[in-house]
Nanobody
C-alpha cells in the first residue's frame, strides 16, 4: 500500500488546515483509515479514524470537536479537517490504514502508518 499525505504547513493558533491522504495499492474502500501524529520528543499518538464506509468515526479526546475525518472512496482519499488549531497540535501527521478490511468500528482498528507524513506547525 502507498499513502501520500499532504496539506500540512504553518498556521497561527486558531487557524485551520485540511490534510489529505491519497491511497494506492490496495482496495482503499474496504479498509478503515486513520490519522496519527508525532510531535518532537513525544511518542506517536492516535488522532482520528474512520471506518471503511465513512459511516463511523472515532477521535482522540484532545481533538474532539475541532477535527473532522472524512473519506471519498471514489477518489481513494481520506481527509482531516483541523479547526481551531493550537500550538500543541504541532506534529508530523501520518496517514494510516487498518490491517484488516471491512471493519465497522474504527476504534477497534489496528493501524499502520505509511509514507512520510506531513508537517503541521501551529504558532502561538
Amino acid at each position: 500500500v502507498q499513502l501520500q499525505a499532504s496539506g500540512g504547513g504553518l498556521v497561527q493558533a486558531g487557524g485551520s488546515l485540511r490534510l489529505s491522504c491519497a491511497a494506492s495499492g490496495r482496495t482503499f474502500s474496504t479498509y478503515a483509515m486513520g490519522w496519527f501524529r508525532e510531535a518532537p520528543g513525544k511518542v506517536r499518538e492516535f488522532v482520528a479514524a474512520i471506518n471503511w464506509s465513512g459511516g463511523s468515526t472515532h477521535y482522540a479526546d484532545s481533538v474532539k470537536g475541532r477535527f473532522t475525518i472524512s473519506r471519498d472512496n471514489a477518489k481513494n482519499t481520506v481527509y482531516l479537517r483541523m479547526n481551531t488549531l493550537k500550538p500543541e497540535d504541532t506534529a508530523v501527521y501520518c496517514c494510516a490504514v487498518d490491517r484488516d478490511p471491512w471493519r465497522t468500528d474504527p476504534q477497534r482498528g489496528e493501524y499502520d502508518c505509511w509514507g512520510q507524513g506531513t508537517l503541521v506547525t501551529v504558532s502561538s
